[in-house]
C-alpha cells in the first residue's frame, strides 16, 4: 500500500499518496518529466484530485503525486492538540525525504495554500514553484468563523439525517453553492461516508485546523523565494478576492511578483468545480518554468540534519528558542500553537469522543449512504424560492432539481403558483433577504475570453489581455480556457454567492479563545435546533421547550 510512515518519540502517522504513474507508487515515475505535488481541497481528500489527474494537459507533462493529510482520507495519525499548518508543512517534507522525491511544483487549494507557503519558506529547495487556488484570508472571518463553530456543532450532534443532510447543505452553500446536483450527491455522500456523526472527532480536528489557524508573519512570507501563481475565484464570499491581493503583496522576494488569475465564478472549490480553467492556467505556468527532472536518489543532506536546521529557522521567526531543541524526526515539534491551544484542542477532542461509537450514523448496513441527498424529501422551511420566501404546499416544490420537472410542475400547478407570487407585493419582492434569489441582470459567470495562444506582456498562464501580475486584475478578455467559448463559473446569472455571508474582517485571537472555550462545553443542541430547522414543529411541542443557538447560517 502507498504509505509514508512518520514514526517518533511522540508522533505517528501513516499518510497515504495516489500518483499517476501506472503502479501507483512513485517507483513508475518517468525520470524526464518534472514532479508536481498536489494537495487536497479542504473537507476532502486526494480522490477529489481526480480532474487534475485525470487531466491529459497535466497528465502528460508531469510525474503527479497527490497526498492525503494525516487527519484526511485514507491516512492513519496519532490525535495531538498540537496539530496545526506547520505540521501539515512538516508532513509534506519527511514524505520528500522517505520517498526521495527531488525539488517539485506545489498545488494547494484554499486552506492549504497556507501549507504550501510555509513548506515552500522552510525547505526553498524542494519548491521549485507554488500554484495557490483560491487563497483563504490568514484567519477565516469573522462572520464565517461564526458559522463554520455552529456548522460542526450541528454536523457532530445530528440525531437524524434529515440534520446531518442540512448540516452538510450549509457546507454546500460555502465551498459549492452552484455546483450540478450530481456533484452535490457526489460531495453529501463522502461527507456521511468519511466524517459521519460517530466519527465526529475527525470532523472536530479538521474545524480546529481552520478556526485556530494563525497568520505567518512578513518576514515568514518573505523568505518564500520561487515562482508563485494565484488562481483566485473574483465573487467567492469565503475566499474574498481583497485578502488574496493583500496576500499576494506579502510575497515580496517572489521572482518577478506573484501572478494572480482571476476566475469569473464564486466557488469556493474552484480546483473542483472549475477544473477545466485551472489546469489549464496551471499547465501553461508550469511548462513555462524551466525544466526540472525527477531522478529519485538519496537527498545531500540527512533527514535528521536538515529537519534541525528547519526547526532553527522557525525558532528564530517565532523568537521561540525552544522550538530548536525538539525532536527533528517528529513533525510535531514544528507546531506553532501555545499551550492553552494544545490544551484545549486535546479537551475538545477527548469530549467529542465520548459517546461517537453509539451517535448516528447516516449510513446503510453495507457502509454506504442511505439515500442520495437529491432524494431527500422537499420541506418548504429551508427552501426558499426564487424571491427568497418558502411556501407550504400539498405539492412538491417547484425547485425541482432538472429543467424539466420544474417546467412540469410549473405547468400542471399555474393557479396555485399564480396565487402565491400574487400575495407578494413589489414592495416586499425588493425586501427580500439577501443572497436568496436568481439575478436576470447578474453576470454570466464566464471566464475570461479570448485566444489561448495569446499572452499578456509578463503575465505567465493568462490569455491576452486576461489577469496578470501586472496589475490587470481580470478587466481584460484573456482566455486560458482554450477556444473562443466562455467558461461558466456557474448557473447563468447567479450573483447570489456574493451577499450569502456578510463581509467582515478576520477574527482576532480573543474571538479564537472564546470560541475554544465554546466548542470545549460541547453542550449537543437544544429540541429546537434539532426540529425547527427540518420545520417540524410537532417533535418540537413533543419534546418540550429548548434554548435555541443562534442560527446564523439559516437565518
Known amino acids: 500500500m502507498p504509505y509514508v510512515d512518520l514514526v517518533s518519540s511522540n508522533d505517528y502517522a501513516a499518510i497515504w499518496y495516489t500518483t499517476n504513474a501506472p503502479s501507483s507508487h512513485v517507483g513508475g515515475f518517468n525520470p524526464d518529466k518534472p514532479t508536481l505535488v498536489m494537495l487536497h481541497p479542504l473537507f476532502l481528500d486526494s480522490s477529489w484530485l481526480h480532474p487534475q489527474l485525470d487531466d491529459p494537459r497535466l497528465n502528460a507533462n508531469f510525474n503527479i503525486i497527490a497526498f492525503d493529510l494525516r487527519t484526511t482520507g485514507k491516512s492513519l495519525y496519532r490525535p495531538s492538540g498540537r496539530y496545526d499548518l506547520w505540521v501539515t508543512a512538516a508532513d509534506l517534507a519527511h514524505c520528500f525525504y522517505h520517498l526521495q522525491i527531488p525539488a517539485a511544483h506545489i498545488f494547494a487549494p484554499e486552506l492549504f495554500s497556507f501549507t504550501a507557503l510555509r513548506f515552500a519558506a522552510l525547505f526553498p529547495e524542494l ?31 445530528s440525531e437524524d439525517l434529515e440534520s446531518f443532510e442540512t448540516a452538510c447543505k450549509e457546507l454546500i452553500n460555502c465551498y ?48 518564500v523565494t520561487c515562482p508563485v501563481l494565484m488562481i483566485q475565484s473574483e465573487r467567492s464570499p469565503t475566499h474574498p478576492m481583497e485578502y488574496a491581493q493583500q496576500t499576494r503583496q506579502a510575497l515580496v522576494n517572489v521572482p518577478g511578483g506573484a501572478q494572480m488569475f482571476n476566475v469569473k465564478s464564486g466557488h469556493g472549490y474552484l480546483s473542483l468545480l472549475s477544473s477545466s480553467i485551472v489546469n489549464q492556467v496551471l499547465n501553461k505556468f508550469l511548462t513555462r518554468l524551466p525544466l526540472v527532472k525527477t531522478h529519485l536518489r538519496p537527498h545531500a543532506t540527512p533527514l535528521a540534519e536538515r529537519m534541525r536546521m528547519a526547526l532553527a529557522q522557525l525558532a528564530e521567526w517565532r523568537e521561540n528558542p525552544a522550538l530548536a531543541e525538539q525532536d527533528p524526526l517528529s513533525p510535531l515539534s514544528f507546531s506553532c500553537v501555545t499551550e492553552e491551544v494544545r490544551q484545549s484542542q486535546d479537551e475538545i477532542y477527548l469530549l467529542y469522543q465520548e459517546g461517537a461509537s453509539t451517535a448516528f450514523s447516516p449510513l446503510a448496513p453495507d457502509g454506504r449512504p442511505l439515500r442520495k441527498y437529491s432524494e431527500r424529501k422537499d420541506e418548504h422551511w429551508l427552501e426558499s424560492s ?56 447578474g453576470t454570466n459567470g464566464s471566464s475570461s475570453n479570448g485566444n489561448a495562444n495569446g499572452s499578456t506582456n509578463g503575465s505567465g498562464p493568462s490569455g491576452g489581455g486576461g489577469s496578470s501580475s501586472n496589475g490587470n486584475d481580470g478587466s481584460g478578455g484573456g482566455n486560458s480556457g482554450g477556444g473562443s467559448g466562455s467558461h461558466s463559473g456557474g448557473r447563468s446569472g447567479v450573483d447570489k454567492e456574493a451577499l450569502m455571508f456578510s463581509p467582515s474582517e478576520p477574527v482576532t485571537q480573543e474571538l479564537q479563545h472564546v470560541s475554544r472555550l465554546r466548542r470545549a462545553t460541547g453542550l449537543p443542541p437544544g429540541a429546537a435546533d434539532k426540529h425547527v430547522i427540518k420545520g417540524s414543529m410537532a417533535k418540537v411541542i413533543a419534546s418540550g421547550s429548548g434554548t435555541s443557538l443562534p442560527r446564523r447560517l439559516l437565518r
Open 176 to 223: 459549492a453553492l452552484d455546483a450540478h446536483p450530481d456533484l452535490v450527491d457526489e460531495l453529501v455522500a463522502f461527507w456521511e461516508v468519511q466524517y459521519p456523526p460517530f466519527r465526529r472527532q475527525l470532523a472536530i480536528v479538521n474545524t480546529n485546523l481552520v478556526l485556530n489557524r494563525t497568520p505567518m508573519s512578513a518576514i515568514e512570507m518573505a523568505n
Open 127 to 157: 519548491c521549485l514553484s507554488l500554484t495557490l487556488c483560491n487563497v483563504t484570508p490568514q484567519t477565516e472571518l469573522k462572520s464565517l468563523f461564526e458559522a463554520f463553530e455552529e456548522l460542526a456543532h450541528l454536523w457532530c450532534y
Open 386 to 441: 426564487e424571491d427568497g420566501f418558502s411556501y407550504s404546499s400539498t405539492f412538491r416544490s417547484i425547485r425541482s432539481r432538472s429543467p424539466r420537472g420544474r417546467s412540469s410542475l410549473i405547468r400542471a400547478f399555474p393557479k396555485d403558483i399564480k396565487q402565491f407570487q400574487g400575495r407578494i407585493s413589489e414592495q416586499n419582492r425588493a425586501k427580500r433577504r439577501p443572497g436568496r434569489g436568481w439575478s436576470d441582470a
